[in-house]
């Protein structure tokens, strides 16, 4: 059986790379890689693939940024071409992004089965782009691999049969388990993109620093929440340290917003490009907390039950919230909820069913037999 698999944004690497490594030298299933070119950077994309290990994509269609219709349409105009030239038995899609919809649509108008992994996950905020992908892809799909039980609920509502629906655990922490002790060894000295000098995290990791990531459009793109944010951070990072690897969109706005000065007021606001993967995990699991909107950091944080403050008003992976280190808070909490945290106080949790490293063994085996 051939299978088309999809990547095109960030998040995506981390839940791919398992896979094919399971799927690697596979006698019965063939596994070709399709990256849409959705993020293209090197520090957004590339130095994943070298870094986890992934395989170069057989195919790039380098659909790049543009406005969510154009992208969508570029993506499924080059993903239909793709599936005419190799016929394959299935489209596997992941996550939440413009590629996992766009190429699910397009699977299902040429009636080759698509498979979704991270199926049935729900904000109920359809204000969130990625909200949109996942009912568009979830209303066509033919299988559906899911991360937790709620997913399953979710999607049995919806009208999905059970037999369809495959409670698989989590890729992300298959890669978190894969390379937490390689990432301890990661760098940790990072040029401070407002202060021209270096920050090496190993000098201010014995009194603690928190780990920040804030990329969501509701969040970033207006400027009084984005102004009012700024405001908080630094606040808090008269504190403790605050370390952020700033995302672009992120970055972009700042400078429009006319942020910067206030941001460099800031001397422990400490403001690093985006990092590779190992750094990456290397920073969170030292860090005494994380304060974020993403969605892959909230699983991240509570397989490594870090307390984790969520600025969102509902979260699609609710088992970090039930089980996990995960709380969701409004803006105007952050700093109390901080100081909980400082005062010995922050969530811990549990590690949900199947975030145990063999997600990937358990896809592979199902593809198998679909
Ligand atoms: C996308 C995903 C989001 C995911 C996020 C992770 C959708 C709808 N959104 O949002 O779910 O959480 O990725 O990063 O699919 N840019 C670069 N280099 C790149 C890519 C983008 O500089 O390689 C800049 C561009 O100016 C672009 C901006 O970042 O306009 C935002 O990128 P975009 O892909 O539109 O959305 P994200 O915010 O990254």
Redesign the pocket.
């Known amino acids: 059986k051939k299978i088309l698999l999809v990547v095109?944004?960030?998040?995506n690497f981390m839940k791919i790379a398992p896979l094919m490594h399971a799927l690697q030298d596979n006698p019965h299933l063939e596994a070709i890689l399709v990256h849409t070119g959705?993020?293209?950077?090197n520090?957004?994309?590339g130095r994943f693939f070298e870094e986890l290990g992934i395989p170069a994509p057989h195919i790039n269609l380098e659909v790049?940024?543009?406005s969510?219709a154009q992208?969508t349409a570029r993506i499924m105009m080059g993903f239909e071409q793709v599936c005419l030239d190799e016929k394959p038995d299935f489209v596997l899609v992941v996550?939440?992004?413009?590629?996992?919809a766009a190429c699910t649509l397009v699977a299902a108008k040429l009636n080759i089965k698509s498979i979704h992994y991270e199926a049935g996950l729900r904000s109920r905020d359809r204000s969130m782009?990625?909200e949109i992908?996942r009912l568009v892809t979830d209303a066509i799909s033919d299988y559906f691999f899911t991360t937790s039980v709620d997913a399953d609920d979710n999607l049995l509502k919806e009208g999905v049969s059970a037999d369809q629906i495959f409670m698989v655990g989590n890729l992300m922490i298959d890669t978190l388990e894969a390379n937490l002790s390689k990432a301890q060894s990661s760098t940790q000295i990072f040029p401070l993109l407002n202060k021209g000098e270096h920050i090496n995290i190993a000098d201010i990791a014995k009194a603690g620093y928190g780990v920040m990531t804030f990329?969501?459009?509701s969040n970033v793109d207006n400027k009084e929440i984005l102004t009012q944010l700024v405001s908080i951070w630094g606040a808090i990072s008269e504190k403790i340290p605050l370390v952020f690897p700033i995302?672009?969109?992120t970055y972009?706005n700042i400078q429009q917003f006319g942020l910067l000065d206030k941001i460099n007021q800031y001397e422990h606001l400490l403001l690093i490009e985006p990092l590779g993967y190992l750094e990456f995990i290397h920073l969170v699991s030292n860090a005494t907390f994380a304060l974020t909107d993403?969605?892959?950091i909230q699983e991240e944080t509570t397989h490594l039950n870090i307390p984790c403050l969520t600025v969102r008003p509902n979260t699609e992976r609710p088992v970090t919230v039930w089980e996990g280190s995960n709380k969701l808070i409004q803006l105007n909490d952050i700093e109390q909820e901080i100081n909980l945290i400082l005062q010995g106080n922050g969530k811990k949790g549990t590690n949900p069913k199947y975030w145990d490293g063999k997600t990937a063994q358990r896809i592979v085996a199902i593809l198998e037999t679909i």
């Open positions: 095109g944004a960030r998040p959705q993020h293209y950077d520090q957004m994309s790049g940024s543009a969510h992208q996550g939440d992004v413009n590629s996992t782009p990625e992908n990329h969501r459009p995302h672009p969109r972009k993403s969605g892959g």
